[in-house]
Nanobody, 119 residues
Framework: QVQLVESGGGLVQPGGSLRLSCAGS????????MGWYRQAPGKQRELVAR???????????KYADSVKGRFTISRDNAKSTVYLQMESLKPEDTAVYYC?????????WGQGTQVTVSS
């Protein structure tokens, strides 16, 4: 099963940008659907964005309505890495962001990285 390690979180002011990275290891990365989820205090974990397998840079992408036009998910299978570019960040984007790898009935998760949007 793939192992995932996220990086890139931190504190940013409203309107700022961050790029999260998720590096996979332990198995072939290409077949996995890769996603970013987030969980804010007192709330359920929610899907932020996901990108399907297929080709060197992935397949179909899906975004939560709350991040459309602001976040971009991408993957580089040669580097076994998925990215989440976050622009125009808002305080409500504050959460722990988790990387997910899904293949048939298996799911792998990273340890999470904290993103805090505050002035």
């Amino acid at each position: 099963q793939v192992q995932l390690v996220e990086s890139g979180g931190g504190l940013v002011q409203p309107g700022g940008s961050l790029r999260l990275s998720c590096a996979g290891s332990g198995t072939v990365f290409d077949p996995y659907m890769m996603g970013w989820y987030r969980q804010a205090p007192g709330k359920q974990r929610e899907l932020v964005a996901r990108v399907g397998s297929g080709g060197s840079s992935g397949g179909i992408v899906k975004y939560a309505d709350s991040v459309k036009g602001r976040f971009t998910i991408s993957r580089d299978n040669a580097k076994s890495t998925v990215y989440l570019q976050m622009e125009s960040l808002k305080p409500e984007d504050t959460a722990v962001y988790y990387c997910n790898a899904h293949y048939y009935n298996t799911d792998a998760w990273g340890q999470g990285t904290q993103v805090t949007v505050s002035s």
